[in-house]
């Protein structure tokens, strides 16, 4: 007979208080509770293989990372090290305080730099002397989403009228307390090109969906109830992960933030328009803070067990369905 669910135990429960979330591992939780008991309580993982073509996983860090440099300044550009580390290294002055149109034109003008620059960040991530092969096609992607990405800022900048931008964070860490919850994540950017506030800029290179996107008051209970919902093809992930970073950024007492604006650069749909930045509905963050707090409330109740994903879809490319029977 095949397995369902899977029995809780209260050290499973000591286990999931003890934890810090992140966006992808309540992703994780909502797909499939068993998957998340496999991989986040008992620690299971995949059998790891060095893969000798770059992944979604490499491609998306090795984008994040050039524009990471891009915007730390000069001196992160030149450097082999990892950008984090070049800044924990370098003093106020040799990083990029503000971002105007002549700074990110300059560099627009410097391809064969910025291709050099995606290069070595490949072999890094690699572990490699070289790049060839299929690797040399997507270094050339990657290149071409870094200066269309550079373009549309400068774009903006001129449309808004203004002079420069504030870069405020890059890569940025948090951890918060949820109702005696941990939950963290890193922001790829946060910015005040934003029309009287802040803007929380995430880069994506995989697809974006509109309603991962498009979230107002109106259909604030509509977006939260598909991102807890039972239907997995439908779970706007992104608009989670939004709201974690939203959650962050109202509890960060290091800004004066105004409104904050959530804005995605979606890599694909950089080359058919400009991004648009989108104001935080109140409405929605009070409706995935009710639904959040249900969702741990299950998560520690004894006499709900670890279920198996209702879809079996789910379970293509899972790494723990041969232990399920799936």
Known sequence: VPVTSLPKTDGDIARIRGMV?????????????ARFYYHQIRKLGPDEEVSEVLDAGVFGNVFHEVMHALYLGEGAMASDLPAREWARQASPEEKLSGVAPGYISSWLERRPAIRDKVRRVIMREMHSLEISGRNLVVA???????????????????????????????????????????????????????????RIVDYKTGSVKDNDVEISED????????????????????????????????????????????????????????????????????????????????????????????????????????????
Not at 21 to 33: D, K
Not at 306 to 315: I, K, S, T
């Open 140 to 198: 050339d992607v990657i290149f071409r989403y870094v200066m269309k990405t550079l373009s549309v800022d400068r774009e903006l900048l001129e449309r808004a009228g203004r002079k420069s931008f504030r870069v405020i964070g890059l890569e940025r860490n948090y951890e918060i307390d949820f109702h005696g919850f941990r939950i963290k994540g890193i922001i790829d950017r946060i910015d005040d090109l934003a029309d009287g506030g802040i």
């Open 219 to 326: 259909n604030a209970a509509e977006v939260a109830e598909a991102v807890f919902g039972p239907d997995n093809s439908r779970r706007p992930k992104i608009a989670l992960q939004l709201y974690v970073y939203d959650k962050f950024l109202m509890q960060d007492t290091r800004e004066e933030s105004g409104t904050v604006h959530n804005c995605i650069y979606s890599t694909m749909n950089l080359f058919s328009g400009l991004p648009e930045s989108r104001p935080v509905s109140a409405g929605f963050m009070r409706e995935m803070d009710a639904r959040l707090v249900e969702l741990f409330r299950e998560m520690t109740d004894i006499s709900v067990p670890f279920r198996l994903a209702g879809d079996v879809r789910v379970c293509e490319y899972c790494d723990f369905k041969t232990i399920c029977g799936r």
């Open 21 to 33: 979330f992140s966006a992808t591992s309540l992703q994780e939780y909502l797909a499939c509770p």
